[in-house]
Structure formats: structure tokens, C-alpha cells
């Protein structure tokens, strides 16, 4: 294997709607420059555990071989299965695939908590959940349109001034919420713990 000095940020994450169910996975890789890739895809009838497998896979295969890779999940099914060699029972094919990724590049794999305060794991997750439903990314966009410089994205101060801003235009009753389960941020006048989208929706009515 051809070692290389660099290095590369990737959080995978999966999405079943139903399990077994039409799945997605969803991918935000950070190369070396600073550039980040959104990637994500769709399975018409899988399980939530192939599509947490799926993602880290494809996030693997989005960095170069040889290169040092940091792949962060908020599965323990794929991170304690790498960290800790658990037992493998089911998704035999899928596991071969990720090993072999793993094989031809230096990655640790890092265990974050889902729906909490890393805005990439969420983005990975509304990804996913995007993909879910069919909605890929990939679909009407050339490779660099997905691309995006991490100096032009929007900074926490901006994101700060907008819902400053919109907080003062609520309507009386209203108020600014964030969904519990895609982790965006929603106008609601009841006390909504779920935005509008449908796999947000069908997560808040299983409960």
C-alpha cells in the first residue's frame, strides 16, 4: 500500500425508514485542502445496520488509498465491530467491503453521539435520511457544485444572525425549535419536538 501524508475527515451515517425498509446512506468528507464532498444514496428495501455499513464504506471510497482517514459514526454496530473486533453475525458481504477500505488506509474510526451538537454527524444524518426518501443529492449537480470550500461556508455567527433575526419576525405564539430528529432548526406555533419532513414526521409518530 502507498502511503500518503494526507489526511481526511469523514462522518457516515444511515437511515432506514422501517426496518427492513427503503434506506439511504449519507456522507460529508473533508480532504486535506478544506473541501468538503456531500454524497448520499438509496436503497429501495434494506435494513438500518447495511445502510450504516453502506455509508462508511462509501465514505472510505471517497478518500484516496494510502491516506490517513478519520471516519466518525454515530453507530456503535460499525465503530465497536472495528475498535473491538465484536462478532460479525449478519451482513457478511458488506463487512468484507468495509474491511477492505479499511485495509488500504490508515483510518480511526470514532464513535459520536447522534442528534446532539456535531453539525457534520447531522448533516451525515439529514443526508441519510434524505436519501431514504429517494431525494440524492447527486441527482442535477455536477461533482464540483457539491463541492464547497469550508472558508465560504456559512459561519456559526452567521447562522446566529439569521435566527436573530427571525426570532424577531415570529409570529405571537410562535418559536424557533430544533427537530429531534434531523437536527435542523423549524418555525412551529405548537410545541413540535419534529419538523415537517416526512422521515422526521415518521419518526415522531412510531413514538
Same mark, same amino acid.
Given at each position: 500500500?502507498?502511503?500518503s501524508?494526507?489526511?481526511?475527515? &469523514? ?16 456522507v460529508?468528507?473533508?480532504? %486535506? ?6 454524497l448520499?444514496?438509496?436503497?429501495p ?16 471510497? =471517497?478518500?484516496e ?13 460499525? &465503530?465497536? +465491530? ?5 462478532? $460479525?453475525n449478519?451482513n ?6 468495509l474491511?477492505?477500505e ?5 483510518? $480511526?474510526?470514532?464513535? &459520536?453521539?447522534?442528534?446532539d ?9 439529514e443526508?441519510?435520511?434524505m436519501?431514504?426518501?429517494?431525494r440524492?443529492?447527486?441527482?442535477g ?11 465560504t ?5 452567521d447562522?446566529?444572525s ?9 409570529? %405571537?405564539?410562535?418559536?424557533i $425549535? ?11 406555533? =405548537?410545541?413540535?419536538?419534529?419538523? +415537517? ?10 413514538r
Amino acid at each position: 500500500m502507498a502511503l500518503s501524508s494526507r489526511e481526511y475527515l &469523514v462522518y457516515a451515517d444511515g437511515s432506514c425508514i422501517g426496518n427492513p425498509g427503503p434506506g439511504g446512506w449519507g456522507v460529508v468528507v473533508r480532504n %486535506p485542502d478544506g473541501v468538503e464532498t456531500e454524497l448520499n444514496g438509496h436503497h429501495p428495501s434494506t435494513t438500518n445496520n447495511r445502510m450504516e455499513l453502506t455509508g462508511a464504506i462509501e465514505g472510505l471510497r =471517497a478518500t484516496e488509498r494510502g491516506a490517513h482517514v478519520v471516519l466518525r459514526s454515530d453507530s456503535k454496530y460499525v &465503530v465497536d +465491530s472495528m475498535t473491538r473486533h465484536y462478532k $460479525r453475525n449478519k451482513n457478511h458481504d458488506l463487512w468484507e467491503l468495509l474491511d477492505a477500505e479499511a485495509a488500504a488506509r490508515r483510518v $480511526r474510526f470514532e464513535w &459520536v453521539r447522534g442528534h446532539d451538537t456535531d453539525p457534520i454527524n447531522n448533516r451525515a444524518d439529514e443526508l441519510a435520511l434524505m436519501g431514504a426518501t429517494g431525494r440524492l443529492i447527486a441527482e442535477g449537480a455536477s461533482p464540483d457544485q457539491r463541492k464547497t470550500r469550508r472558508a465560504t461556508l456559512r459561519s456559526k455567527s452567521d447562522d446566529l444572525s439569521t435566527e436573530a433575526e427571525l426570532a424577531a419576525r415570529l409570529k %405571537p405564539g410562535e418559536s424557533i $425549535r430544533e427537530c429531534a430528529g434531523c437536527g435542523a432548526k423549524f418555525v412551529s406555533a =405548537a410545541r413540535d419536538d419534529y419538523c +415537517s419532513h416526512v422521515p422526521c414526521q415518521l419518526e415522531a409518530r412510531r413514538r
